[in-house]
């Protein structure tokens, strides 16, 4: 079964970083691809970076170039580092597995929230 516990989160001002954990078990983590997604209040639960198991990476438009996801296959690890935050950032971040199916089955996410 697939489980996925995140944390890291917490509360931050503008411009400021936190760097976000997952543990992943239950399924072979090195084979999948994985992702880190959030939800905003009021808002679709959206995907923000993924990494392939060979690690090349993708970013939503409005992390690029301020968010790095990475992993730890020995681990069973995925990590998203966040930098220079913005207010709009807050939401609560999942991780999960990222293939051509959006994920039906989640963890209890991490919030993070950024003030002005």
């Known amino acids: 079964q697939v489980q996925l516990v995140e944390s890291g989160g917490g509360l931050v001002q503008a411009g400021g970083s936190l760097s976000l954990s997952c543990a992943a078990s239950g399924f072979i983590f090195r084979v999948n691809g994985m992702g880190w997604y959030r939800q905003a209040p009021g808002k679709q639960r959206e995907l923000v970076a993924t990494?392939?198991?060979?690690?090349?990476?993708n970013y939503a438009d409005s992390v690029k170039g301020r968010f790095t996801i990475s992993r730890d296959n020995a681990k069973n690890m995925v990590y998203l580092q966040m930098n220079s935050l913005k207010p709009e950032d807050t939401a609560v971040y999942y991780c999960?597995?990222?293939?051509?199916?959006?994920?039906?089955?989640w963890g209890q996410g991490t919030q993070v929230t950024v003030s002005s």
């Open positions: 999960n597995i990222y293939s051509a199916t959006w994920p039906t089955r």
């Open positions: 990494i392939t198991r060979g690690g090349s990476t």
